[in-house]
């Protein structure tokens, strides 16, 4: 038997376990009492590391599809026929392209070796689930703190008072925020007296725990958030304190804000103005406080202008930067030091226009890049652990445009909804043979820590890690196409030598010698000198936002659209739409439903757990009604990452009940323009019973 001491990778919160083997089994996974960030926490999901790593449905040799069948295929027979397909590709002038999802956030070791294979690959066409998420926050951080990757982090262990908007950290263990045992946090926080609101068109597991919650027409945030600036303002409460020697455009994001009135605001987010200006009140009181707003404010039409004005009531109650406030990390690899601020605009998509964003285009532009003719036409695509089709609104119209690509490679582990289309797929290894460090986790915890975990298993004989991989297929493609070989650098090099020329001027060695994770203390406050911008000041009116209140003001001056509403949602048993093959996390009820409001269900003759159509301007599916009092009426809500029942699909576990993806419903016409993410939030859907349906059909 062995004891390994590691980080769970699967989610965010980057939680310390104990692993116990025999030989290649995995007789336990439980949580690392000393480990100074989780300190013992777990979540079921922790099970899915060993599940994943024995799944007899995963890969474990490259496929090529011969027909209808897949057929094993040596790797470097694989690279090279590859790379000679996107040579010829390329000769006849169409574009290659790349699709990054969201778990290369978690594997530090693939951040060094993309950069090759999209150089290799020479397209600009690149795409990710960052635009299906979070870029609306990176965004804001580079126009206002001069650095994409300045991640303003929720201080909930000293905090008086968190407010959350549109976030479920119960469900998700914190999103853009690594903050393990979220709930005991909470916890403790109203045990010293403290609070929590939440704000969300659900009352979710974090608002059932909250001491306030308000329901908030989805979509609105905005409104409230800009009542909620303007309360501070009339009670005399804005008070920024040493901030305010930082700030540069505070009186023209002032000036720019006054046009509009409280009243109006409190009544387009059905949120009513004396709760508004009480919670001003709240957080203008002098004690530490922290407004954090996640998914439901950035997967939003005005996903960017929600985290500027987040940013601005953080300012305007003095709680940026400050301890029990929103404050900066300090990790032990400095991404701020060691990256670019970020860029925006540098180039535009074919089809639509849509500007770059941090080097890449948004992810709602793929369908349309590869079914769309004409010179620069997308016909090549490689997926690096992704699953788009059911990632990216309207996969429908992904899923019909990947059957006339001319190559599509993956880099994954199974037979998904996406790479059921591919012409090779090609398996990394297992989840616990490869090492792990929190690379992009770390800057956005709740305490500077590192935490290096070393391979629990030795590789299986002719397995590849990703990064191996990615960096193999990038020499071969350059080398067919006549480019410089690249220099392939071990990410333990890389990131060794990233530690040393962070400011703490650690060595991987000295991190490898606390495998329980090494502390680093707790958050510190970082301004004015962590400021990235020109003039080392907070930009407080970026012109581009400032001008965004005229379609804030144009919408807020329209009528309310009738109808019904579709919000995701997510549960602590699934992560996106990776861990579905999991048997143990799969168990229990069914949880791909529809949760409606009674009055919702009642005026359309639904009753509870009976099959309903769902249809939108994208698609239609059909799923099983919910009806709760836990959403707010008009309002719908499913969850992300289901529908695996696509033809060709390999997930045995997961087919057993696929259930629908709610990305057949979203639209890809529904973003936000500024940074180009999806807005996935507020979906107009019409629902009707399944049997009206039929019986109307
Ligand atoms: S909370 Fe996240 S990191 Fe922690 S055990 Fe669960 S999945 Fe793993």
New binding site residues.
């Given amino acids: 038997m062995a004891t390994h001491y590691r ?9 310390g ?1 104990v692993i116990e083997t025999q030989g290649r089994r995995v007789l336990s996974i439980k ?1 690392d009492a000393e480990n100074p960030l ?1 300190r013992g ?6 099970t ?2 060993a599940d994943l790593q024995d799944d007899p449905d995963r890969l474990h040799k490259p496929v090529k599809r011969v027909g209808d069948a897949w057929v094993e295929i040596g790797w470097s027979e694989a690279y090279a026929e590859i790379a000679e397909r996107v040579a010829g590709i390329r000769q006849a002038g169409g574009e290659t392209a790349m699709y990054i999802g969201n778990p290369s956030a978690h594997n530090y070791s693939t951040a060094a070796q993309i950069p090759l294979l999209r150089k290799a690959l020479e397209s600009k066409a690149n795409f990710s689930a960052s635009s299906v998420d979070q870029v609306p926050h990176q965004l804001v951080q580079m126009w206002v703190y001069g650095h994409n990757a300045m991640f303003p982090v929720p201080d909930i262990d000293r905090t008086a008072h968190m407010v959350i908007i549109g976030g479920n950290p119960l469900a998700s ?2 999103s853009v925020w690594t903050v ?2 979220v709930k005991k946090r909470i916890l403790a926080l109203q045990a010293r007296g403290g609070r929590l609101t939440v704000i969300d068109p659900r009352r979710t597991e974090t608002a059932d725990i909250a001491d306030l919650h308000h329901f908030i027409r989805p979509g609105s945030d905005p409104a409230l958030l800009v009542a909620l600036l303007l309360s501070l303002d009339e009670a005399g409460l804005v008070a920024p304190g040493r901030l305010g020697a930082m700030l540069a455009g505070w009186d023209t994001a002032w000036a720019a804000l006054r046009r509009f009135d409280i009243e109006a605001c409190a009544a387009a987010c059905s949120i009513d103005a004396g709760d508004i200006r009480a919670l001003a009140a709240a957080l203008g009181d002098g004690t530490p406080a922290v407004v954090y707003g996640r998914i439901g404010v950035s997967t939003a039409s005005f996903g960017t202008l929600n985290h500027w004005l987040i940013q601005l009531v953080n300012i305007a109650t003095g709680n940026l930067d400050r301890v029990g406030g929103a404050m900066f990390t300090a990790p032990a690899v400095d991404l701020v030091s060691q990256t670019g601020s970020g860029t925006r605009g540098r180039f535009f998509s074919r089809v639509s226009g849509h500007p770059e964003l941090l080097g890449e285009l948004p992810a709602v532009a793929m369908a349309e890049e590869i079914a769309t003719p004409g010179e620069g036409q997308v016909r090549a695509l490689v997926t690096i652990a992704g699953n788009p089709v059911l990632s990216v609104p309207d996969g429908g119209a992904l899923d019909t445009a990947l059957e006339t690509i001319d190559l599509l490679v993956c880099i994954d582990m199974y037979v998904t909804a996406t790479s059921t289309h591919a012409d090779y797929i090609l398996p990394p290894c297992g989840p616990l043979e490869k090492d792990h460090y929190p690379l992009f986790l770390a800057p956005i915890a709740i305490r500077n820590f590192a935490n290096y975990s070393p391979p629990v298993f030795e590789p299986a004989p002719d397995s590849r890690s990703d990064w191996e991989i990615i960096a193999e297929l990038a020499r071969a493609i350059a080398g067919a196409c006549g480019q410089p070989l690249p220099n392939i650098v071990p990410p333990r090099e890389t990131l060794d030598r990233m530690l040393r020329n962070s400011p703490r001027g650690l060595t991987l060695a000295e991190v490898e010698a606390h495998p329980h994770g090494l502390d680093l203390g707790a958050l510190e406050p970082r301004l004015p000198d962590r400021l990235r911008t020109h003039d080392k000041m907070i930009n407080c009116a970026p012109p581009e936002l400032v001008d965004d209140l005229d379609r804030f003001g144009d919408w807020l001056a329209a009528a309310p659209e009738p109808g019904l509403v579709l919000i995701g949602r997510r549960h ?1 048993r699934n ?1 996106n739409s990776w861990l579905g093959n999991s048997r143990r996390l799969a168990k229990g009820p069914a949880r791909c439903t529809l949760m409606i409001a009674p009055a919702d269900a009642e005026a359309r003759g639904i009753r509870d757990g009976a099959m309903v159509v769902v249809t939108s301007a994208s698609g239609r599916v059909e799923v099983a009604a919910e009806i709760t009092d836990t959403v707010m009426p008009g309002v719908v809500s499913m969850p992300h990452g289901f529908g695996h029942g696509r033809k060709g699909v390999k997930l045995s576990v997961a087919r057993e009940r696929p259930g629908a993806s709610i990305n057949d419903l979203t639209e890809r016409s529904r973003i936000d323009p500024l940074s180009g993410n999806a807005a996935l939030v507020g979906t107009p859907v019409s629902v009707e019973s399944l049997t009206h349906a039929v019986a109307a059909e």
């Fill in positions: 980080t769970c990778h699967i989610c965010e919160a980057n939680c376990v949580g989780s926490h777990i979540c079921p999901k922790a899915a590391l263990n914190g393990p045992d602590i992560n």
